[in-house]
Nanobody, 120 residues
Framework: QVQLVESGGGSVQAGGSLIVSCVAS?????VGWFRQAPEKEREAVAV???????DFADSVKDRFTIGRDGDSNTLYLQMNSLKPEDTAMYYC?????????????????WGQGTQVTVSS
Protein backbone atom coordinates (compact mmCIF):
# COMPACT_ATOMS: atom_id res chain seq x y z
CA GLN A 1 0.00 0.00 0.00
CA VAL A 2 1.11 3.53 -0.76
CA GLN A 3 -0.57 6.52 0.84
CA LEU A 4 -0.44 9.80 -1.05
CA VAL A 5 -1.37 13.24 0.28
CA GLU A 6 -1.49 16.24 -2.04
CA SER A 7 -1.19 19.89 -1.09
CA GLY A 8 -1.00 23.17 -2.91
CA GLY A 9 -3.24 24.08 -5.79
CA GLY A 10 -5.77 26.87 -5.48
CA SER A 11 -6.94 29.68 -7.73
CA VAL A 12 -4.86 31.84 -10.03
CA GLN A 13 -5.36 34.08 -13.03
CA ALA A 14 -4.34 32.99 -16.49
CA GLY A 15 -0.61 33.32 -16.99
CA GLY A 16 0.13 32.68 -13.35
CA SER A 17 1.93 29.83 -11.64
CA LEU A 18 1.09 27.24 -9.02
CA ILE A 19 2.83 24.27 -7.51
CA VAL A 20 1.16 21.14 -6.23
CA SER A 21 2.98 18.66 -4.02
CA CYS A 22 2.38 15.11 -2.96
CA VAL A 23 3.94 13.28 -0.03
CA ALA A 24 3.99 9.52 -0.38
CA SER A 25 4.43 6.91 2.30
CA UNK A 26 7.07 5.56 -0.03
CA UNK A 27 8.23 6.14 -3.57
CA UNK A 28 8.57 3.17 -5.82
CA UNK A 29 8.57 3.00 -9.55
CA UNK A 30 6.91 5.55 -11.75
CA VAL A 31 4.95 8.37 -10.11
CA GLY A 32 3.08 11.26 -11.60
CA TRP A 33 -0.05 13.34 -11.93
CA PHE A 34 -3.47 12.89 -13.48
CA ARG A 35 -6.07 15.60 -13.83
CA GLN A 36 -9.77 15.51 -14.40
CA ALA A 37 -12.06 18.38 -15.28
CA PRO A 38 -15.85 18.16 -15.13
CA GLU A 39 -17.30 16.31 -18.12
CA LYS A 40 -13.84 15.62 -19.52
CA GLU A 41 -11.82 12.44 -19.63
CA ARG A 42 -9.09 11.86 -17.13
CA GLU A 43 -5.70 12.94 -18.49
CA ALA A 44 -2.25 11.80 -17.48
CA VAL A 45 -0.37 15.09 -17.22
CA ALA A 46 3.18 14.17 -16.23
CA VAL A 47 5.10 11.15 -15.01
CA UNK A 48 8.63 10.57 -13.77
CA UNK A 49 10.56 7.37 -13.15
CA UNK A 50 13.16 6.55 -10.55
CA UNK A 51 15.95 7.78 -12.84
CA UNK A 52 14.38 11.20 -13.31
CA UNK A 53 13.13 10.58 -16.81
CA UNK A 54 9.90 12.49 -17.33
CA ASP A 55 7.10 12.55 -19.85
CA PHE A 56 4.51 15.26 -20.30
CA ALA A 57 1.19 15.59 -22.06
CA ASP A 58 1.39 17.79 -25.15
CA SER A 59 -1.11 20.15 -23.53
CA VAL A 60 1.34 21.04 -20.74
CA LYS A 61 4.73 20.48 -22.34
CA ASP A 62 7.12 23.42 -21.84
CA ARG A 63 4.82 24.87 -19.15
CA PHE A 64 4.84 22.19 -16.43
CA THR A 65 7.78 20.63 -14.63
CA ILE A 66 7.74 17.48 -12.52
CA GLY A 67 10.23 16.57 -9.84
CA ARG A 68 10.66 14.06 -7.06
CA ASP A 69 12.66 14.18 -3.85
CA GLY A 70 13.59 10.69 -2.75
CA ASP A 71 14.69 11.81 0.72
CA SER A 72 11.28 13.23 1.59
CA ASN A 73 9.20 11.04 -0.75
CA THR A 74 7.74 14.22 -2.20
CA LEU A 75 6.52 14.68 -5.74
CA TYR A 76 6.11 18.14 -7.22
CA LEU A 77 4.32 19.59 -10.21
CA GLN A 78 5.33 23.15 -11.04
CA MET A 79 2.75 24.73 -13.32
CA ASN A 80 3.63 27.91 -15.20
CA SER A 81 1.79 29.99 -17.79
CA LEU A 82 -1.47 28.51 -16.59
CA LYS A 83 -4.51 28.59 -18.85
CA PRO A 84 -8.23 28.31 -18.04
CA GLU A 85 -8.22 24.88 -19.68
CA ASP A 86 -5.79 23.71 -16.98
CA THR A 87 -8.64 23.98 -14.47
CA ALA A 88 -9.18 20.52 -13.01
CA MET A 89 -8.77 18.33 -9.97
CA TYR A 90 -5.17 17.16 -9.89
CA TYR A 91 -4.30 13.76 -8.46
CA CYS A 92 -0.90 12.34 -7.75
CA UNK A 93 -0.53 8.64 -8.36
CA UNK A 94 2.07 5.96 -7.83
CA UNK A 95 3.24 2.82 -9.55
CA UNK A 96 2.02 3.66 -13.02
CA UNK A 97 1.57 0.63 -15.23
CA UNK A 98 3.68 2.34 -17.90
CA UNK A 99 5.85 5.37 -17.29
CA UNK A 100 4.33 7.40 -20.07
CA UNK A 101 1.42 9.79 -20.45
CA UNK A 102 0.48 7.97 -23.66
CA UNK A 103 -1.30 4.67 -23.88
CA UNK A 104 -3.82 5.40 -21.12
CA UNK A 105 -1.60 4.48 -18.16
CA UNK A 106 -3.16 3.19 -14.98
CA UNK A 107 -1.97 3.50 -11.39
CA UNK A 108 -3.22 1.59 -8.35
CA UNK A 109 -2.48 4.30 -5.79
CA TRP A 110 -4.01 7.77 -5.83
CA GLY A 111 -4.15 10.78 -3.57
CA GLN A 112 -7.38 12.55 -2.67
CA GLY A 113 -6.85 15.29 -5.24
CA THR A 114 -6.33 19.04 -5.08
CA GLN A 115 -8.26 21.61 -7.06
CA VAL A 116 -6.57 23.98 -9.50
CA THR A 117 -8.71 26.78 -10.89
CA VAL A 118 -7.44 29.21 -13.53
CA SER A 119 -9.54 32.23 -14.35
CA SER A 120 -9.33 34.21 -17.55
Amino acid sequence: QVQLVESGGGSVQAGGSLIVSCVASRHRGCVGWFRQAPEKEREAVAVIDGHGRADFADSVKDRFTIGRDGDSNTLYLQMNSLKPEDTAMYYCAAEFSICSVSGRPEAPYWGQGTQVTVSS
